[in-house]
């Protein structure tokens, strides 16, 4: 079955380290993207790609930075990691059309010491 | 921008009770609407979605209706379980944004008490 999978599933980090968190799709979804989820905020959009080495900008990008070097593939680096970044962070595909849904990840729950 | 506003939780209720999350937007034009489901530890999942004014998305008992003239999103349940328990998103986007990038609300949080 298809699915989407993020790595590592917890992540404990010191501030200024730089931290790549992975998310790889087997649904050969061209749309990829990463939100953060803090309590009172919903989820919020970090970065998103429609295709391969397509990157942009979402609401809350400063500090983070995407690739997108194949379709599966869409790691989330933050460069130098500060505690306003713990967080827990989702990522999510979807095949493009506005009415398709988005298949969610797991989450990766990220604690910056 | 476009924005979306949920009632604020968390939202305590007795098993059977009856549920409505309130959900609003702002958005030009005709959104597509949707409702996902957060059970604890886990991602987002779909719930149940609207593409057109008048429509009613229908899923494991949660029904939402489509609401232009109110710009309304409203989620309701007949009969609560205590497996319901979890956070629930409403979200939108357009049918003209390309790779349906998606706007949420802040959630809110149920919890069905046996």
């Known amino acids: 079955d298809a699915e989407i999978t993020q790595s590592p599933r917890h992540k404990i980090t010191e501030t200024g380290r730089q931290v790549t968190l992975a998310c790889h799709q087997t649904w050969n979804h061209n749309n990829m993207f990463w939100y953060r989820q803090d309590l009172g905020h919903g989820l919020r959009l970090i970065h998103y790609?429609?295709?391969?080495?397509?990157?942009n900008k979402g609401e809350v990008s400063d500090g983070y930075s995407v690739s997108r070097s194949n379709t599966e593939d869409l790691p989330l680096t933050l460069e130098s990691a500060a505690s306003s970044q713990t967080s827990v962070y989702f990522c999510a595909s979807n095949g493009g059309f506005s009415y398709n849904e988005q298949f969610f990840g797991p989450g990766t729950r990220l604690t910056v010491l | 921008g476009d924005s979306v506003t949920q009632m604020e939780g968390p939202v305590t209720l007795s098993e059977e009770a009856f549920l409505t999350i309130n959900c609003t937007y702002t958005a030009t034009g005709y959104p597509s609407l949707f409702w996902y489901v957060q059970y604890p530890g886990e991602g987002l999942q779909l719930l149940l979605k609207?593409?057109?004014?008048?429509d009613k998305g229908s899923n494991k008992g949660f029904e939402a209706t489509y609401r232009k003239e109110t710009t309304s999103f409203h989620l309701e349940k007949g009969s609560v379980q205590v497996s319901d328990s979890a956070v629930y998103f409403c979200a939108l986007n357009h049918k003209g944004n390309q790779g349906g990038k998606l706007i949420f609300g802040q959630g809110t949080e149920l919890s069905v008490k046996p």
């Open positions: 609207a593409t057109k004014a008048d």
């Open positions: 790609s429609y295709g391969v080495h397509d990157t």
